[in-house]
Structure formats: structure tokens, C-alpha cells
């Protein structure tokens, strides 16, 4: 019973080392890379949100509880007005204005890697990902870097063309980010 009481008093007072983690917007960046039949091409997603709850002990990552992702499709950038129409179409963007995920489980690694699995939601459609992230600890920030490829199949999304179809997309792309995160 007194070591129960104990317990509950650390957790009142916040000795839990469990913390709340926001993305630092400064230094945060996440692209999309694909191919065609014409040239490979780039996006920056340019405005996205990132929380998480994350256990670190001793500038150790022992868990990460809770992380979530929301990007605005329109967000999705290539420099390229008429490209960024054509994605904006393709990802259906009015009827799904954002792109998002939610972690289901993380599992630390050696070597400051984070085995990840989650379900990513695209133009509607939810599909389980897993993938490895690696992540440096500095004083209070943790920096996670990691890249997924998908196909845009897979969400349903025919990959856009131009030129009365003469340029195809390739059906892959790959999502890459490097996310600083602060308490």
C-alpha cells in the first residue's frame, strides 16, 4: 500500500519522465520525391504539424507514446504551378484537404533507431506503414530523420500525367523528413 501511495504522489507532483514534445518549426523539413517519364521531381510539404509524447531518461528515447501528423495538401510545393494543380487533383484535395498519421507502436533499436509502424491516411484511404527512423538527443530537443516510400496506388490515386498522357508519373514516391522536436 505505501509504496502505491508513493507512486501516485510522484505522478501528481510530475516525476513521470513521460513529456509532451512539439515539432521546432525552425529546422523542420519534409519533402516528397518521385519519378517520370520525363524527369524525377521533388515537393516540400510546407506546412505541417507534428505532437508527440515521448519517455527519454538519462538522454535515452525508452518509448514514444503518442505521435501524430497533419499536413495541408496544399501545402505540397514543387515550385511548379501547374505540377502542384495536377497533385492537388490527384490527392483529391478538396474533398481531403490533409495528409496524416498516427503512430501504433515504436520500438526502440540499438543504436538510436526507432523501429515505427502507424496508419497514414491519403486522399481518404488508411494504410498500415512501418519504417526505421533514426534520432539524436540533444538537451531538450530530439531530432527524428526517416524516410517511407509508398505507392500512390496503394491510396487509391491514379499518379498524375501531362501532355494528354505523354509524361507518366512513377507510381512510387518517397517521403523523406528531418523533424526536430522540443518539450
Do not use: C
Amino acid at each position: 500500500m505505501k509504496a502505491f501511495v508513493i507512486i501516485i504522489i510522484f505522478q501528481f507532483l510530475g516525476f513521470n519522465t513521460q513529456t509532451v514534445y512539439n515539432v521546432e518549426q525552425d529546422g523542420a523539413s519534409m519533402t516528397v520525391t518521385g519519378t517520370s517519364s520525363l524527369h524525377n521531381w521533388e515537393s516540400t510539404i510546407e506546412n505541417f504539424k507534428y505532437t508527440a509524447s515521448i519517455t527519454v531518461e538519462e538522454n535515452t528515447l525508452l518509448k514514444i507514446n503518442q505521435l501524430e501528423f497533419t499536413a495541408s495538401v496544399k501545402s505540397i510545393k514543387s515550385g511548379k504551378g501547374g505540377m502542384d494543380k495536377k497533385t492537388y487533383k490527384a490527392l483529391r484535395e478538396t474533398d481531403y484537404p490533409t495528409i496524416s498519421y498516427n503512430l501504433i507502436s515504436a520500438i526502440p533499436q540499438s543504436g538510436n533507431t526507432v523501429t515505427s509502424t502507424g496508419e497514414l491516411i491519403i486522399a481518404g484511404k488508411k494504410r498500415k506503414v512501418s519504417m526505421d527512423v533514426n534520432y539524436e538527443i540533444y538537451s531538450n530537443i530530439i531530432v527524428f530523420r526517416g524516410e517511407l516510400t509508398i505507392k500512390m496506388s496503394d491510396y487509391e490515386i491514379s499518379p498524375p500525367t501531362a501532355l494528354m498522357g505523354t509524361i507518366k508519373t512513377g507510381d512510387e514516391v518517397t517521403i523523406r523528413f528531418s523533424i526536430p522536436f522540443q518539450k
